[in-house]
C-alpha cells in the first residue's frame, strides 16, 4: 500500500513477470497507480558479457532499475569495466 520500491531478490525474469503481475493486480484493487512503484532487481557482476545479457534480459522484463552486485574480490577499477560494459 505505501511503497516506492519493490525489489525482486531473484534472477529469473519470468518469475519477475509474475511477481510483477501481483503487484500491478495488488494496485489495482486498491486504486494505485503501479507505476508509482520502482521495481527494481540485482544481478551479479561475473563477466561484461554475462552482465550485458543479464541486463538487456531484465530492461525486456521491465525492471525499472538494476543493482549490481561486485565481488568484494575485486578491485575499485571494476567499477570502470562495469560502466564501460554497459555504456
Not at 12 to 31: K, P, T
Request: proline share 3%; aromatic share 6%; hydrophobic share 45%.
Amino acid at each position: 500500500r505505501y511503497a516506492s520500491h519493490w525489489n525482486f531478490a531473484g534472477q529469473d525474469m519470468a518469475e519477475f513477470a509474475e511477481c510483477r503481475a501481483v503487484l500491478h493486480d495488488s494496485c489495482a484493487a486498491i486504486g494505485r497507480d503501479p507505476a508509482e512503484i520502482t521495481c527494481s532487481a540485482l544481478t551479479n557482476y561475473t563477466s561484461d558479457d554475462e552482465l550485458r545479457t543479464a541486463v538487456a534480459a531484465m530492461a525486456t522484463a521491465g525492471v525499472d532499475l538494476v543493482i549490481v552486485g561486485i565481488p568484494k574480490a575485486e578491485s575499485p577499477t571494476v567499477i570502470e569495466r562495469v560502466a564501460r560494459a554497459l555504456a
